[in-house]
């Protein structure tokens, strides 16, 4: 009995105690659930923004942009990382500190060449105040920051050693040759250059971060790539060839320097792909010196003057108004024309249409194109429009400007527009967009865009890869294009840019000085042009040179001051593939020009018979042979392979001579 009543009271406690924990258990859940019910109607974006938002934040990992190269693969404009370093003095072990400041404060005084002094006593007052961000170095290189992450203390990392890196990228130019003006620049707000016009290919996608608030000023990333990894951007492969690059670079920089020029611009354009091959804009500062910081090729609209006499009598040719037998009378070389003076710089006489472009007669082309559209000047713009002349171009690059002619519709039309749109003036428009045109004579008529992206890349592998585009298929008949084609040739040999004629490299162009701000008080302006294309007989390459505002002292004309430039260029790209010359004067794969020198041997005509000519070099024969008062058309270079007409023919003044040149 007794047993059984310490039974029931053993029974009786041990419910008692697992009544009471059910009661407590049964309150805790039912204070769970209010709890529940009280977060759920409660604002939790409140408390979000009083605790969470104020404390952590979420930032943004930049991506890094894609590179930027030249066509052969050197790097244009590359992304570097860059490494800020920052120290946790509270994550810092208090034993750690003291053990190792010392050598610690070495270090950085080695590297930094400061005294170890100056870091000891900062490092000291950061450590009591117990600061987790202090700010010690910024924009280390990989180099230096591989070198400091090694020092006593920071060795230990970030957790035990306070150690915090945070990682930047900043764009760089890799090559001196071409500048910020024809790379540019996106900033976010700003686009221009190759990087403006590329971005959406050289932008990569951002990653995001979590960081944590120091204090009221300071953040500190939390686990740095944890959130989102950025996706770099790809990789853009731009047309210019930076061989050619430096070429036009020299060339020009050392003309402007020669002649004192405030500005210039060089283009230089692949004649079967419309690829542009090299963009040089230089201008003076006030140091003296020239530097790539605008883009005057695409930016600028100008009066071209005299390259546009080439645009003009491409029109007539192919109208058919005009061909080889084609004369005008030049006169003195004045003509006032609707109460305009039109006067030509030299000559006078009767010019056939070769002589025309060769002697640049504004006289002569404003008669031509005044008799053929005076009545009807809309059938020559439609010429300039089917040419695009009107259009602003379609190319990747950013701020290019959209042509400006003077048209009937417009008020500042009269009776002398025509004419002076014909040499060159009541019109503006941009360098690229004139050499676009030059080139489509040198591709037989075909006009191509005017490309700037070869290929992009991501990751090893070609994502697109471009294509010549085709502006206009045709833009004159074969025969007028053969026909421009030679008159800028005869221009090189013969007319105003015979200053750069050479026998070993055929090159065709027109010159051209324009004059500009005429209509303002004090001394002339001018811009000296050059635009043509090489070799004649097989181009490869269309350039454009244009210098402003030479010191006139020293000359203003586009044959002395432009010229020269495009002569270079195109002697030092053409050398490196020779073409026209014989294998016996090649040394090494260059041109050996010694080879080239022969004696003048003197040519004459006896008794009004034709001489034998064959074997002799052109460039000696054709001189002395026009100097007798004999015209003479020839093609190719070296020497004289057939003549017309033949040995002992009988020949007289003024007569046409025919000789085949080596090709």
Request: charged share 25%.
């Amino acid at each position: 009995m007794q047993k059984q009543n310490e039974y029931d009271n053993k029974r009786k406690k041990t419910l008692r105690w697992g009544y009471l924990f059910a009661v407590v258990a049964l309150c805790v859940f039912v204070m769970f659930l209010a709890r529940i019910v009280i977060l759920q109607n409660t604002n939790v974006q409140e408390i979000k923004d009083d605790y969470i938002n104020k404390n952590y934040r979420e930032a943004t990992l930049k991506a890094a942009r894609g590179n930027l190269f030249a066509s052969d693969g050197s790097i244009l404009a590359t992304t570097v990382m860059r490494y800020d370093i920052y120290l946790d003095f509270k994550t810092m072990k208090d034993t750690v500190y003291t053990n190792n400041i010392g050598a610690l404060t070495d270090s950085l005084s080695k590297m930094f060449g400061k005294p170890r002094s100056e870091f000891r006593k900062k490092f000291d007052e950061q450590k009591k105040k117990k600061n987790q961000y202090y700010t010690l170095v910024k924009g280390l290189d990989f180099d230096q920051y591989d070198r400091i992450r090694k020092f006593p203390i920071f060795k230990k990392g970030k957790n035990k050693g306070g150690f915090i890196v945070d990682r930047n990228y900043k764009r760089e130019l890799a090559t001196s040759e071409i500048g910020a003006g024809t790379i540019g620049m996106d900033n976010g707000e700003l686009k221009s250059g190759l990087e403006g016009a590329f971005s959406k290919y050289l932008t990569g996608t951002d990653g995001k971060r979590l960081e944590q608030r120091i204090n009221s000023s300071q953040w500190k990333p939390i686990d740095f790539w944890k959130v989102q990894e950025p996706v770099d951007g790809e990789d853009v492969y731009t047309t210019l060839d930076l061989r050619i690059q430096d070429i036009a670079h020299s060339a020009l920089e050392k003309q402007l320097i020669n002649f004192e020029a405030k500005h210039g611009t060089v283009i230089v354009m692949e004649v079967e792909t419309g690829k542009v091959r090299a963009l040089v804009n230089l201008r003076r500062t006030e140091s003296g010196d020239y530097e790539d910081s605008y883009n005057y090729a695409l930016k600028d609209n100008i009066e071209p003057g005299s390259t546009f006499k080439t645009i003009s009598l491409l029109a007539a040719m192919d109208d058919g108004f005009i061909d080889e037998n084609t004369t005008v009378n030049v006169g003195n070389g004045v003509w006032v024309y609707a109460k305009q003076r039109i006067s030509d710089g030299h000559g006078g006489g009767t010019y056939d249409i070769s002589d025309v472009l060769a002697k640049s007669s504004n006289v002569g082309t404003a008669k031509l194109i005044t008799k053929y559209y005076a009545e009807k000047p809309q059938i020559f713009l439609d010429h300039l429009k089917r040419w695009k002349l009107f259009d602003k171009m379609d190319i990747e690059l950013p701020g290019i400007t959209k042509p400006k002619i003077v048209t009937p519709q417009n008020k500042r039309w009269n009776a002398a527009t025509l004419a002076s749109i014909s040499y060159g003036y009541s019109s503006n428009i941009n360098l690229l967009q004139l050499t676009t045109f030059y080139n489509g004579v040198a591709n037989g008529g075909k006009m191509l865009k005017p490309l700037f992206i070869d290929k992009i890349m991501k990751d090893g592998k070609v994502m697109y890869s471009a294509k010549p585009e085709v502006m206009v298929n045709k833009m004159a008949s074969e025969k007028a294009i053969k026909m421009m084609t030679s008159a800028l040739t005869k221009a090189v040999e013969k007319g105003t840019g015979r200053s750069i004629f050479t026998p070993n490299l055929k090159m065709a162009g027109k010159t051209g000085t324009a004059r500009f701000e005429y209509w303002l008080p004090g001394p002339m302006k001018y811009r000296a042009s050059f635009a043509g294309f090489y070799p004649a007989d097989a181009p490869k390459y269309t350039c454009y040179v244009m210098i402003s505002e030479p010191n006139t002292a020293k000359g203003f004309y586009g044959g002395s001051v432009s010229a020269p430039v495009f002569k270079e260029i195109a002697g030092k790209t053409f050398l490196k593939t020779p073409q026209n010359i014989e294998k016996e004067m090649l040394v090494d794969k260059k041109v050996n020009l010694s080879k080239m020198v022969e004696p003048n041997v003197k040519v004459a005509v006896n008794d009004k018979q034709m001489p034998n000519v064959v074997g002799l070099i052109g460039k000696n024969v054709i001189p002395q042979l026009e100097n007798l008062g004999y015209r003479v058309d020839y093609k190719g270079v070296g020497r004289i392979k057939e003549q017309f007409p033949l040995e002992g023919t009988t020949i007289s003044k003024n007569q046409r001579i025919y000789l085949s040149l080596q090709n």
